[in-house]
Nanobody, 114 residues
Framework: QVQLVESGGGLVQPGGSLRLSCTAS????????MGWYRQAPGKQRELVAA??????NYADSVKGRFTISRDNAKNTVYLQMNSLKPEDTAVYYC?????????WGQGTQVTVSS
């Protein structure tokens, strides 16, 4: 059974940083496009960042502040979040997109508040 386990969420003050991690129990992890999505209360889930290993893409709202990276040897994808803003508050979900299958983590709460 495939599992994606996120960690690293929490409460942080505006301007602070957090690093999210997602470890996936996936065979051939390197073949998956890994992404981070977020969903704020009352809003639709949106893509934050994604990487296929060769390229990355980011939502305009996080460009220059967030960095996605992956370690294929550890089956792990990271999201480094700097200069956090209150509007970044959301549940952050890890996603693994393959040719046939699409997997999601359970989500981790990020709250940016003073």
């Amino acid at each position: 059974q495939v599992q994606l386990v996120e960690s690293g969420g929490g409460l942080v003050q505006p301007g602070g940083s957090l690093r999210l991690s997602c470890t996936a129990s996936i065979i051939r992890f390197s073949l998956y496009t890994m992404g981070w999505y977020r969903q704020a209360p009352g809003k639709q889930r949106e893509l934050v960042a994604a990487t296929d290993g060769a390229s990355t893409n980011y939502a305009d709202s996080v460009k220059g502040r967030f960095t996605i990276s992956r370690d294929n040897a550890k089956n792990t994808v990271y999201l480094q979040m700097n200069s956090l803003k209150p509007e970044d508050t959301a549940v952050y979900y890890c996603n693994a997109q393959g040719i046939r299958y699409d997997y999601w983590g359970q989500g981790t709460q990020v709250t940016v508040s003073s």
